[in-house]
């Protein structure tokens, strides 16, 4: 929460770059802060489901017979699939400065906080997924901070 707090203020701090060939505190926050958690969460994602289909044997079998708590599993498995293509696509164009970059950080960023919210429910219905909850709040944190760098 503090992480949030604190990228919010620096964003509307102004950019005070000695050399006006030097990029400002607002152009370091969209071309690198933005584009890393991007990148990082999108990885994260990937391996922390190529873990679990590794390690959990609950997840074997066909991916799209998959229930848990009676609820098929493929529907979120492909929402998290595209938010993390999405965030390392955005993540991408906007470290590099590519005209769509903005437009796919966005839209993978509100993905990101779609599915970390919704996520926080599982994890705040067990027992033992408390590590999950703090990844989850990180990344509804970190994607509603970036949004507002970005818009």
Known sequence: MHTCVLLAILTVLPATAADPDEPGLPAVM??????????????????????DFATRPDLRGNPFTLRERGELMWPHLLAEGATAVGLLAGGYGQARG????????????????????SSLGWAFSEPGREPYAVAMGAGLAGASASIVILW
Not at 30 to 51: D, H, K, N, S
Not at 98 to 117: C, E
């Open 30 to 51: 969209e071309r690198g802060v933005v584009p890393g958690f991007e990148l990082t969460m999108g990885t994260a994602i990937l391996v922390v489901w190529t873990v």
């Open 98 to 117: 590519l005209p769509w970059g903005r437009t796919a950080s966005l839209v993978a960023l509100g993905s990101l906080a779609y599915t970390s919210l």
